[in-house]
């Protein structure tokens, strides 16, 4: 069966500093990944996905940036977080030519 | 573009009364639908989604929806609740962008579910 995870589970950051997050898949090849972050009240916001090794694009411009090293993981990243980073952080997965989202845990990230 | 209105951001319920959450989409395709269920701190679970054929669609935990195209809605119910149905709740749209496959997602719907 497929898992996913991520770390970590809560963070503590001040402005300024940097960012990485982590995703990785089991149990499956080839996923389609995404970033989403979760706000308050606000939904969530897709902020990129992959459809394969380095191939990233972008929903929203911002001072975040993503990568696929590998088929299997995503990294989220900041190299300076502002207050307005703070959030929850989901990462997801479907397969191939597949609208079924699948759902990690999540990362709090408190900017502060 | 697509898009999802969830009516109300909160719902409140009593133990055993019937749960119903809105959700009415925007889609110029025929679009997949899918409700999530969220508790605290913690990722999406995907309770159930239509695609094609039969409109009624039932899910995990005794939840139901139904397609209405003519009325642009996915409705979420289950006939009884349950204390461990209070999480939030999340309708999502099936988008198709620059050939690749996504989710819109509406602002969500908190259920409350009271003794």
């Known amino acids: 069966s497929q898992t996913i995870h991520q770390w970590p589970a809560t963070l503590v950051q001040p402005v300024g500093s940097p960012l990485s997050l982590e995703c990785t898949v089991e149990?499956?090849?080839?996923?389609?990944l995404y970033w989403y972050r979760q706000a308050a009240g606000r939904g969530l916001q897709l902020l990129f996905y992959?459809?394969?090794?380095?191939?990233i694009s972008s929903e929203v411009p911002q001072n975040l940036s993503a990568s696929r090293p590998q088929d299997r993981q995503f990294i989220l990243s900041s190299k300076k977080l502002l207050l307005s980073d703070s959030g929850f952080y989901l990462c997801?997965?479907?397969?191939?030519?597949?609208?079924?989202?699948?759902f990690g845990p999540g990362t709090r990230l408190t900017v502060t | 573009a697509q898009s999802v209105t969830q009516l109300g951001s909160h719902v409140s319920v009593s133990e055993g009364a019937l749960v119903l959450l809105r959700c009415n989409y925007s889609?110029?395709?025929?679009?997949?639908l899918f409700w999530y269920v969220q508790y605290p701190n913690q990722g999406l679970q995907l309770l159930l989604k239509?695609?094609?054929?039969?409109?009624l669609v039932k899910g995990i935990n005794g939840f139901e929806a139904e397609f209405k195209k003519s009325e642009t809605s996915f409705h979420l119910t289950k006939p009884s609740a349950h204390m461990s149905d209070a999480a939030e709740y999340f309708c999502?749209?099936?988008?198709?962008?620059?050939?690749?496959?996504?989710?819109?997602f509406g602002k969500g719907t908190m259920l409350l579910v009271s003794p």
């Open positions: 997801a997965w479907s397969r191939l030519d597949s609208y079924e989202q699948y």
């Open positions: 149990g499956t090849s080839n996923p389609n």
């Open positions: 992959s459809v394969g090794i380095g191939q």
């Open positions: 889609s110029s395709v025929p679009p997949y």
């Open positions: 239509y695609t094609t054929g039969a409109t």
């Open positions: 999502a749209v099936s988008v198709t962008n620059s050939g690749y496959s996504t989710l819109t």
